[in-house]
């Protein structure tokens, strides 16, 4: 089946830095590609994500690339701000069976100082 | 008002009682989810319906069992609670491949 590794799983960064969260996959057909914040105290939400049609999406300060030969996408947070700390997870759809199910990276915590 | 609601959002137990986990949603969806996180693992899918009369395990089920009783509301409950089940839960909805999260039970079992 799918497995999904994520590194790394603590990141500390100054503010105003760029911060880097990597995650590979196995299962070559997988085609979403979704990262998820969750900060303190609350669920996980959706920030961005990418289907396998691109190469790179951006929202603002956040953005995620996806190399499919490699399979490992990436998400990077520019000008980090304290605002940016939490928990950041990736995750990959469920090939096959129980399409629509994902399944999660464990989860990268990223602390940026003031 | 939040779309996906959990109660309680705390709860201490102990070893052997039965307890349940409440989650409605506004939100429509017919999909829904439990979770577990524990540090260091990430978020564990316990069970998963895709409606009403679709009720499905996932990696981590033993110990748990589920009840959809409408669209809208999805139970976990666990039947003989344990120390190691001592963990944050969370339910979840999806619709298009994303998923939206309530904002979590965290459970205590001593």
């Known amino acids: 089946g799918e497995n999904v590794e994520q590194h790394p799983s603590t990141l500390s960064v100054q503010e105003g830095d760029s911060a880097v969260i990597k995650c590979t996959y196995s299962d070559s057909a997988s085609n979403y590609f979704p990262w998820y914040k969750q900060e303190l105290g609350k669920g996980p939400q959706l920030i961005i994500d990418i289907r396998s049609n691109v190469g790179e999406k951006k929202d603002q300060r956040i953005a995620v690339t996806l190399n499919k030969t490699a399979k490992h996408f990436s998400l990077h947070i520019t000008e980090t701000q304290p605002e940016d700390s939490a928990v950041y997870f990736c995750a990959v759809p469920v090939i096959g069976g129980s399409q629509g199910n994902l399944i999660f990276g464990k989860g990268t915590k990223l602390s940026v100082k003031p | 008002d939040a779309d996906v609601t959990q109660t309680p959002r705390n709860r201490i137990t102990k070893t052997g009682k039965r307890i349940m986990l409440e989650c409605s949603q506004t939100k429509g969806h017919d999909r829904m989810y439990w979770y577990r996180q524990d540090p260091g693992l990430g978020l564990q899918l316990i069970y998963y319906?895709?409606?009403?009369?679709?009720?499905n395990k996932g990696e981590i089920s033993d110990g748990y069992s589920v009840s959809r009783q409408a669209q809208a509301k999805f139970s976990l409950s666990l039947e003989s609670a344990i120390p190691n089940q001592t963990a944050l839960y969370f339910c979840?909805?999806?619709?298009?491949?994303?998923?939206?999260f309530g904002p979590g039970t965290r459970l205590t079992v001593l």
């Open positions: 319906s895709f409606d009403v009369k679709d009720i």
């Open positions: 979840a909805t999806s619709v298009g491949g994303e998923q939206f």
